[in-house]
């Protein structure tokens, strides 16, 4: 039998695509290796198989030990991996995911490093929560106003349709057991969502930190997207999930919102999103970027030439670099 190392590193592809995978796999007190291209979580139950190229985002909480192997079928398969603390609400780090093409990265910093476009950005964010108001013409001091304003509007319009008692949203970071049970709901479900805005921003190629709401955090690209759907799926699920039970809420909320998300198919929503946002003029193409594994050199007037061949001499040929 062959060994792993032997085993040829999989192609673009081969790969399940983002918005074709489970949501997240959220795993706790095991062991996770690898057998052939799938990942296995061993614990005193026993071992179970998981593809890897099905998986979003892998979410390794305590107790967890995690193979060289197994990242490294992790890392070629493209799925997201976060350590988190217990409940899962708690981010610590997270692995590289794959990536071919830097088209939508490069969309992402022309439309980041301009002020007028990323303003507009942030105003299209805004039409995608609220498609009911239109934020043209808005500054960015307004914009936050309103989304403060739909958001609190949200908690009340949730806590009167469930009869979960509201007094506020209130969150101690590292303390998760502070916040009441619809709080501890919300907490749990934006931490999950954050998972899966990173599952879907990293592995489409674009930079995690490059935001056009949030600012200055290596994550703040990945908290805009995950704020795309608090008010219309976050929020209320959490209210849904307190409104049953107050024992047990974060791993309610992680098993409901994962079960939302695969009905909903918002990985392929959040695909759209993301590149409907950055490149409005490519709304239709299937991939903008495809799935390229092309390196080219740029040169003068915005061309490109081909990487990998010695440009000295009339006839831009010549020996292979390196």
Same mark, same amino acid.
């Given at each position: 039998?062959?060994?792993?190392?032997?085993?040829?590193?999989?192609?673009?592809?081969?790969?399940?695509?983002?918005?074709?995978?489970?949501?997240?796999? #959220? +795993?706790?007190?095991?062991?996770?290796?690898?057998?052939?291209?799938?990942?296995?979580?061993?614990?005193?139950?026993?071992?179970?198989?998981?593809?890897?190229?099905?998986?979003?985002?892998?979410?390794? %909480?305590? %107790?967890?030990?995690?193979?060289?192997?197994?990242?490294?079928? +992790?890392?070629?398969?493209?799925? *997201?991996?976060?350590?988190?603390?217990? &409940? %899962?609400?708690?981010?610590?780090?997270?692995?590289?995911?794959?990536?071919?093409?830097?088209?939508?990265?490069?969309?992402?910093?022309?439309?980041?490093?301009?002020?007028?476009?990323?303003?507009?950005?942030?105003?299209?964010? #805004?039409?995608?929560?609220?498609?009911?108001?239109?934020?043209?013409?808005?500054?960015?001091?307004?914009?936050?106003?309103?989304?403060?304003?739909?958001?609190?509007?949200?908690?009340?319009?949730?806590?009167?349709?469930?009869?979960? =008692?509201?007094? !506020?949203?209130?969150?101690?970071?590292?303390?998760?057991?502070?916040?009441?049970?619809?709080?501890?709901?919300?907490?749990?479900?934006?931490?999950?969502?954050?998972?899966?805005?990173?599952?879907?921003?990293?592995?489409?190629?674009?930079? =995690?930190? +490059?935001?056009?709401?949030?600012?200055?955090?290596?994550?703040?690209?990945?908290?805009?997207?995950?704020? +795309?759907?608090?008010?219309?799926? %976050?929020?209320?699920? *959490?209210?849904?999930?307190? *409104?049953?039970?107050?024992?047990?809420?974060?791993?309610?909320?992680?098993?409901?919102?994962?079960?939302?998300?695969?009905?909903?198919?918002?990985?392929?929503?959040?695909?759209?999103?993301?590149? &409907?946002?950055?490149?409005?003029?490519?709304?239709?193409?299937?991939?903008?970027?495809?799935?390229?594994?092309?390196?080219?050199?740029?040169?003068?007037?915005?061309?490109?030439?081909?990487?990998?061949?010695?440009?000295?001499?009339?006839?831009?040929? !010549?020996?292979?670099?390196?």
């Amino acid at each position: 039998m062959s060994t792993v190392s032997r085993r040829p590193a999989l192609t673009p592809r081969q790969l399940t695509r983002t918005d074709e995978r489970l949501s997240f796999v #959220y +795993l706790e007190r095991c062991t996770v290796h690898r057998d052939a291209n799938a990942i296995t979580a061993q614990d005193a139950e026993g071992t179970t198989h998981i593809p890897s190229a099905t998986i979003g985002t892998l979410l390794l %909480g305590p %107790g967890t030990r995690v193979t060289h192997q197994a990242m490294s079928v +992790l890392g070629e398969t493209g799925a *997201a991996v976060c350590w988190v603390g217990e &409940h %899962g609400v708690r981010y610590y780090a997270s692995g590289r995911a794959l990536s071919r093409s830097s088209a939508l990265m490069e969309a992402q910093a022309r439309q980041w490093a301009n002020p007028r476009t990323r303003l507009t950005v942030a105003r299209g964010m #805004y039409r995608l929560r609220f498609p009911e108001e239109d934020p043209a013409g808005l500054t960015r001091h307004e914009l936050l106003g309103r989304e403060g304003r739909q958001v609190k509007d949200c908690y009340r319009a949730q806590a009167a349709r469930t009869g979960v =008692p509201w007094r !506020g949203r209130r969150y101690t970071p590292g303390d998760f057991t502070s916040g009441d049970a619809v709080n501890q709901a919300i907490t749990a479900a934006a931490q999950c969502m954050y998972g899966i805005a990173h599952a879907v921003v990293t592995p489409l190629g674009c930079s =995690p930190a +490059l935001g056009f709401v949030h600012s200055g955090h290596e994550l703040s690209f990945v908290l805009d997207v995950a704020d +795309l759907y608090k008010t219309e799926i %976050g929020i209320p699920l *959490a209210f849904d999930v307190a *409104a049953q039970d107050e024992e047990d809420v974060g791993p309610r909320t992680r098993r409901a919102l994962r079960d939302r998300i695969n009905e909903t198919s918002l990985l392929n929503r959040c695909v759209d999103d993301i590149k &409907h946002l950055l490149l409005p003029e490519a709304t239709g193409s299937s991939d903008p970027g495809g799935d390229r594994d092309v390196v080219t050199l740029q040169s003068d007037h915005g061309h490109q030439v081909a990487s990998g061949i010695n440009h000295d001499g009339p006839e831009d040929y !010549g020996d292979e670099l390196w």
